[in-house]
C-alpha cells in the first residue's frame, strides 16, 4: 500500500458445500487484514477523528467473524470492514467473475431511482411495457430505498459523497457483480419488481436474472498456517545449536576456524559487511542537461520545509 490501494483476496474455488474455511482460519486472515491497515493505512487518525471509523478496534468484526457460518458470510464481514473506512480508494474484492443482471439500467433521480436504461433485446415491450423514466419502487417484496442501505458497503468507488454511493447501489439492485457484492450468487432464478408508470400506474413485473461466470461458493479446503520452530527454552537452544553452523558455512570465504564461526554468530544471516560498490555514474543525454539541475529534492533559497533544504 502507499498507502493502500485495493485490497483483494484471492482463493480457490471448489465446489463441496463442506469445504469452508475453519473459525482459526477466519479469524487469522481477518486479523491479517486488519494489520495491513494498521501498519499502511495512513489517514487512520482523520477517519477515525472525522468519520468515527476506528478501524484498530476489531473485537466487535473478531465477534462476527467467529459467528460466521460460512466462507461468504466471512468475506462479507471484510467487505464491510474495508468500507466502513468510507474510501473511493480502498476495497475488499472477490475473484469471481460471476454477474447477475436484469438488463435494466437506474439511478436517482430528486430522490427517486428511476428507469434510465432498457435492453428491448432482452425485454421487449410487448411484454414489459415499462419505459424510461419510469420508476423503479421494490425488488422481491423490499423497497428500493431498503435495497439502498442495504448495498452501500458494496458501492465500490462511491465513497467520496452518499450521493455517489446511493447511486451505485441503486445500480446493484439489478446489477450484482460478486467480485464486489458476495450475495450477488444467492439470487434466484427471477427478480419480481414494482414500477411505477408516468401515468400514476403501478404494475409488477416477473424478469429472468441473466447471470454470466461461475458463483464463487466456498474457499475450499485449505491448510492453516504452521511453524516448525521448536517450544520452549530447550527449543530455541537445539535451533540456534543447529543454526549457527549452518550459516558459518554459509560466510564468503569460511575455512571452519573458530573466528570465522564467532564472526558467523555476530553476522548469523551472512550479510555483506565490505565496502560499498562504487556507484555507476548517471549518463544524462544532452538535451536533458538543461533539466538536470531542477532533478533535486531541496527547497528554493530562502526558506526551508523540514526535512528537506534542512543541512
Known sequence: M???????????????????????????????????????????????????????????WLDQVKQSTNDLSFYDICVRYVASLQDSHDEFTLPSDFEAFLHLGVDTYDGKVLIDGIDRTYLPSRTYPFQVGDELVSVDGKSVQDWIKA?????????????????LAANIIVDRYQGWYPGAGEVGDSATIVV???????????????????????????????????????????????????????????????????????????VWAGPPAEREQELIPEYLKPLSDLQQMQAAEGGSISPFGSS
Request: net charge positive; aromatic share 12%.
Open 2 to 60: 502507499k498507502y493502500w490501494s485495493t485490497f483483494a483476496v484471492f482463493v480457490c474455488f471448489a465446489t463441496g458445500a463442506f469445504a469452508q474455511l475453519t473459525q482459526d482460519q477466519k479469524v487469522a486472515d481477518f486479523n491479517q487484514l486488519a494489520a495491513l491497515y494498521a501498519k499502511n493505512y495512513a489517514p487512520y487518525e482523520w477517519k477515525r477523528d472525522v468519520i468515527g471509523f476506528d478501524a484498530l478496534n476489531i473485537k466487535s
Open 151 to 167: 448495498l452501500i458497503p458494496y458501492a465500490v468507488n462511491g465513497s467520496a459523497n452518499a450521493i455517489s454511493r446511493q447511486r
Open 196 to 270: 411505477q408508470r408516468q401515468n400514476g400506474n403501478t404494475e409488477t413485473y416477473t424478469i429472468p436474472w441473466d447471470t454470466f461466470g461461475t458463483p464463487m461458493v466456498n474457499n475450499g479446503i485449505i491448510p492453516s498456517p504452521r511453524t516448525t520452530g521448536f517450544k520452549g527454552a530447550a527449543g530455541r537452544a537445539r535451533n540456534e545449536k543447529q543454526r549457527l553452523p549452518r550459516m558459518a558455512h554459509n560466510q564468503i570465504g569460511f575455512e571452519g576456524t573458530p573466528e570465522d564461526g564467532e564472526e558467523a554468530q555476530a553476522n548469523p544471516w551472512g
